[in-house]
């Protein structure tokens, strides 16, 4: 494991994140990357960044290893279960493990949040043919569920989507919106903000422009991971 890597060309303001203020829980020093870790902006607006070899081999085998006995139907947010927009498997893992906590330090020392603010850390398998059509991540200010969710954290202001395995057809993250599409690669990830800053086009608000589908599997099958960075500290229940 080696400690070289680029810093990340994107910068993280006091009023969009004002725990940044505060002190990290992590001290920076303890925070190591993978050889060949990169961070590059795709996106300046919506706020789009590939991650190449954030996690490791061992990071990836550790975590599918802890899902696997864990797997369930997935849920899709105010909707219930075995929607028909998702078809894939999902679960939520602890972080305790010290090849999740690993990868929740390196997030954090990107970002500038504090690890305190992540959701438990969700994990989600698809099938040949299984895929998640397009949707939001963040939670809808008119829909019913709205409340509930935003007690604990607050909005889910960044999404980073690790991909676990390389796939072998299919399973891309992809952006209608934007004509973008990211392929699956093993170690590698996709990070994106879900909030308009105040001066981006449209002005401070939820951004539909990040809508975003996991396609269909089409050979073999995917493992991937969702860290969603609340705005406030998440307490894990
Ligand atoms: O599978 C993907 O590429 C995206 C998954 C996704 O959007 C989600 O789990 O919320």
Redesign the pocket.
């Known amino acids: 494991m080696s400690s070289t890597h680029v810093m990340p060309a994107i910068t993280v303001t006091e009023d969009e994140n004002p725990s940044k203020a505060k002190v990290s829980v992590v001290p920076i020093a303890s925070v190591t990357f993978p050889p060949k870790f990169e961070y590059k902006v795709v996106s300046k607006s919506p706020r789009i960044a590939t991650i190449s070899n954030l996690l490791t081999t061992e990071e990836m085998q550790s975590i599918i290893a802890i899902a696997k006995p864990r797997l369930k139907a997935?849920r899709v947010v105010g909707d219930g279960v075995n929607s028909s927009a998702?078809s894939?498997t999902?679960c939520r893992i602890p972080r305790a493990h010290k090849d999740v906590m690993s990868v929740l330090r390196r997030l954090s020392e990107i970002t500038g949040y504090s690890i305190d603010n992540f959701e438990t850390i969700?994990v989600?398998h698809?099938d040949e043919t299984q895929e998640?059509k397009a949707?939001n991540?963040w939670f809808n200010p008119n829909g019913e569920t709205y409340a509930s969710h935003m007690k604990n954290g607050g909005q889910r202001l960044i999404?980073i989507?690790c991909y676990l395995n390389d796939v072998t057809g299919g399973?891309?993250?992809?952006f209608p919106k934007l004509d973008l599409k990211?392929a699956?690669h093993a170690g590698h990830a996709v990070l994106w903000y879900n909030r308009r800053r105040k001066d981006e086009e449209g002005g401070a608000g939820m951004d539909d422009r990040v809508l975003?589908?996991?396609?269909r599997v089409t050979g073999g099958e995917?493992w991937?991971m969702?860290v969603w960075i609340r705005e406030r500290k998440y307490i894990k229940k």
Request: aromatic fraction near 16%; charge should be neutral; proline fraction near 4%.
């Open positions: 997935s998702r894939s999902s969700q989600v698809y998640y949707h991540d999404t989507f399973g891309e993250t992809c990211f699956p975003h589908a996991g396609t995917k991937g969702n």
